[in-house]
Nanobody, 114 residues
Framework: QVQLVESGGGLVQAGGSLRLSCAAS????????MGWYRQAPGKQRGLVAV???????NYVDSVKGRFTISRDNAKNTVYLQMNSLKPEDTAVYYC????????WGQGTQVTVSS
């Protein structure tokens, strides 16, 4: 069994910062990508940022220059540093890992007040 446990969400004022963490545990095979998705009320879940095993990073345009994805391979943990947060960043953020199959975390709420 593989588990992804997220932490770091919360309530922050616009312009503030949060750091999300996602720790993977269990019988983990080769990890291809780890990333973050988000889902706002009434909207579909969408990609925020993804980091490949080779180190390439991709971000949705709306967070470029504000969010940074990183990974600690020794800890099988991926981070999302979110700066200059905006109210439109409010969503449930989900961690995703692709190895032998795709895995999802339970989600963590991020709320940005104006």
């Amino acid at each position: 069994q593989v588990q992804l446990v997220e932490s770091g969400g919360g309530l922050v004022q616009a312009g503030g910062s949060l750091r999300l963490s996602c720790a993977a545990s269990g019988s983990i095979e080769s990890i291809y990508t780890m990333g973050w998705y988000r889902q706002a009320p009434g909207k579909q879940r969408g990609l925020v940022a993804v980091l490949s095993s080779g180190g390439s990073r991709n971000y949705v345009d709306s967070v470029k220059g504000r969010f940074t994805i990183s990974r600690d391979n020794a800890k099988n943990t991926v981070y999302l540093q979110m700066n200059s947060l905006k109210p439109e960043d409010t969503a449930v953020y989900y961690c995703n890992m692709v190895s032998n199959r795709g895995y999802w975390g339970q989600g963590t709420q991020v709320t940005v007040s104006s």
